[in-house]
């Protein structure tokens, strides 16, 4: 089952289509772009818990979320 646009934003918060559209190409589940969101807001802690790199789409949730920051950075 496709994520659903309010299920991102239950995660995200707002965000716009091009967003939108680039994480539902990833084609995630729920709890991929929550681990992909928490992993990118504890990177620090979860580095210094020797916690394995995110894989798969995971990883590439975490790439698009990580240019959103680099875009804007007061969404960091």
């Known amino acids: 089952m496709a994520i659903s646009r309010s299920d991102m934003e239950k995660i995200l ?3 716009d289509n091009h967003l939108a559209a680039e ?3 990833v084609d995630p589940t729920v ?3 929550a681990q992909a969101f928490y ?3 504890a990177e ?3 580095v210094a818990d020797q916690k394995n790199m ?3 789409k ?7 979320l990580e240019a959103l920051e680099d875009d804007d ?3 960091a």
Do not use: Q
């Open 54 to 56: 995110p894989t798969g």
């Open 44 to 46: 620090d802690a979860m």
């Open 73 to 75: 950075p007061a969404l």
């Open 13 to 15: 918060g707002p965000l």
């Open 39 to 41: 992993w990118l807001n």
């Open 58 to 64: 995971v990883a590439n949730l975490v790439g698009i």
């Open 31 to 33: 709890d991929e772009l």
């Open 23 to 25: 994480i539902v190409a």
